[in-house]
């Protein structure tokens, strides 16, 4: 819709200028005096806007002097509320960088003297419309004789802009704004950055403003490039980060539409390779497909362009052109990005992780202590065997700084990281220093890290990091980042940048400082330092997406044929390379996330290659699954998570809501009683996802389900009063539709009172129940457990002077993978919130983003029905309905249109028939096949049998 409007709002503008042509302004100073033009009417080049528009009038008219000559421009009539009444300054062509002062004189007049104050303001905007004076300048209200306004103004990119002066008056009848003298000033141009940018290069668009171009870029054309927020606008992700640099609008035809990187200083003979990723989408239109062509030259015009690098036409995905580049001479150079679409209305061209380097170059150096320095704390080559900490690092303090993981908290990548324990102590200076790395005056450093340190409850913790000559305190006098008193809940990037003063060792602090004592553990991974801007390698980081768990025997249970997801959670790479041993299959080796099948029980080792232009790093997991046939019936109960890989909540730290909605997931016994996987005030209803293949059936007999919090409040006072004692809550068991809890289909449900489940009396230990249905639940392919209850009293019974009230909470864990189990049915939204609350069901972080990866521990005990293999069922594809059944070693496809073309593979994806439909069917035999998963393509139908 934001890109409709814009649209819309590009094309009047775009008739709107062409109606009243009129050249914008190229030479400064500008001034306006308004005495020139007739009265009723506005200079050449102004525009105005409004319900009672701006006109020059004789100030003689009004009873007041000009300011100078004899004409103002006033505001209309008739003065009504809420006015926004503008009259635009002509467009002028301004130079980013560039600081441009506008004058202008105002009086402001309310004869009736009744209380009601008239307002100006002043504004900036790139067109001469009301949507797009984006940038307010001053503003005014009540009388004033005439007074002076100076302001200043920078673009960020050249460009033509306007300014707006407004009559802008609440209520109505509030008199009249007057304006005269207008002047505008250019301050000298700043010098162009010409080769102020080094190679290697890269930009990936994500630190440049939405609607602008990065520092040292131009850009050229009728509908020019700029960075766009792409997800937010166009409904796809990035190729790397949030941004790209996308094509303008209108879709013109011929389009001429380049972006211009910065000037390099090149060698010539020397061969550089330029790199981009670009992604084309079509408008709709059909026969109309966007281009796009890369050229090199000797400036930044289209003129310049001489050399004709690469060019592709058509729609595509995120694809990487990378290009070589050898310049005949010495000089500078730079690369165009375009827009090259013959018809109008052809799509869009993205461009994002843009790179330049001297071909050949960057070998990675052999490890120690020097620039670039990255410590991910897993490499034994980094340790000497004698410390606790990589070479170079040293530590002082009572708490001191070692190797090590914390139990049920993964590394950000590998498996350790740098831990300092809870001090029981106040005031704690617990210091861990990195080695001494040589470093150039003048030269910006980056320095990178994720931290963990989450407190402990009510204690909140401090951090500092430092910059210095030594490692020693009194050395480290660079401070670059404090947090001070705040939990930091996950791991969380923290990135600086330090340029010291002179040449010299140097080396950065990292400080354990809270205040208070018991502040809970601190956690550094993923420590490195780097040149400013320089790529490092990325961090290779993945996990195997959700599967059921089987209680019986503590494994991943897939079915046969079923496909798994991986979740990456690498950042910073450019491409993929995955492998998997023992058999399984990879549905695409190089996708960001494939699917893998595997065969058979047992474990298998999975590897992860995340590739950029600084290197290639690995991850590799080991994944043991049971895989069920479904030959027999299988009895088992079942959890969403992992007993290894996920992070289980002790009773103490049962996540709970605080008084302002946010989530706290530490030391919450006895202090919050509003929790996530339970009744609170925002939602009574919680439910779990359990994911199944679509053609497995299985009954569930019971759910078994731990409480680690319960109290119901139990007042028998008298009628009327609040009391909880007879409330009841229901099980229900839904069936999935179009990826969504079908809540108008529920399979099973019961309904029981509290106080019979769980009892009248408050838990001091965690308490399993049993909750049995009456009749078992059959239930096919992907289903949810739901909990619903009815309205608790969740007062604060410090505010009603009560000892306790009512709260449930149930035992609660989080996905390593962060695919959210969890789902909610909100009625109130959080404090801050924009959630709209409809009454439907979604997903625990679609209504609040802290909820990522959770689950509701609930155990369903199941029967899994063994696989029929002759009943096989059918399919309807545009009506036409498609049977598939068994005759003895047979099978058989009917509805289909005579010549359709029907396949058949295998799990391994061995093709094992081809044939055409004859009179509306196919015959397949099958004598010849093992027992097994086979999957039937009819047109535009697959369906899974098993032999």
Known sequence: MKKLITLLLLFSVFFSNYANAAESVTEFPYTENFDETEAGQMPEGWATAGS??????????????????????????????????????????????????????????????????????????????????TVELASETGDCDWKEITVTFTPKADGQYSFGLWCNSVLSTAGDVFYDSFSVSAAESPEEPGGNFTLPYSENFDTTEEEYIPAGWEVAGEAMFSVYPTFEWYGFQAQSGLNSLTSGYPQLGNRKDVAFSPMFEMKGGVEYTMTVWVKMTTAGQVGRTPSMKITAGLAQVADAQIYELAKEEGECDWKEISVKFTPETDGQYCFGLWCTSVLSSAGDVFFDTFSVAESGGGEEPTWKAEIPYIETYDDGSHYSGKDYLPIGWTVSGENPWVTANIPGKQAVSGEYYMVAESSILPNRQDIAYSPMLDMKGGQTYTVSMYLYMPGTGSVKPSFKLTAGNAQETTAQTTVLEEITETAVGDWTKIEKDFTPTEDGKYCFAIYACSTSANDGRFAIDNFSVTEKDMVLPPTAVFHVGNTLNSIFNGSSVVFEGQKVKMVNMSSDADSYKWSVNNGATISDEEAAEPEITFPA??????????????????????????VLSLENDVDDALTTTSETTDKLYQQGDTPAFDENGEVKEIDTYEIYYDYVVGVNPYYRSIAERFELPSDVTLDISSLSILTPMYQLFINDTGEGSVNDKDKTYTVVIYPEKDGKIDTEHPIASKTEKLAKTFGEEGYYQPVRQSIKFDESAKVTGTFYVAFECEELDLVDETAEGRGYRSWIGFETRKHANKQTTLYVKPEKALPGSDYTVDGAWCKADEFCPSLEGYSFCVMPWVKFNKMETNAIGSVTDNNVEIEISADGENYRVSGLADGENVKVYSVSGVQVFSGKANGGEVVIPASGWSNGVYVINAGKNSIKIFK
């Open 52 to 133: 009672s528009t701006f006109s020059i009038s004789s100030a003689m008219d009004y009873a007041i002097q000009a300011k100078s000559g004899a004409n103002v421009i006033v505001s209309g009539y008739p003065q009504l509320g809420n006015r926004t009444d503008v009259a635009f300054s002509p467009m002028f062509e301004m130079k980013a960088g560039v600081e441009y002062t506008m004058t202008v004189w105002v009086m402001m007049r309310n004869g009736a003297q009744n209380g009601r104050d008239p307002g100006m303001k002043v504004t900036v905007g790139n067109a001469q419309t009301v949507e797009a004076q």
């Open 601 to 626: 029980s047992g474990s298998y080792t999975i590897t992860l290659q995340a590739t950029n232009e600084g290197g290639t790093t690995e991850a590799e997991k080991t994944f043991y699954t049971e």
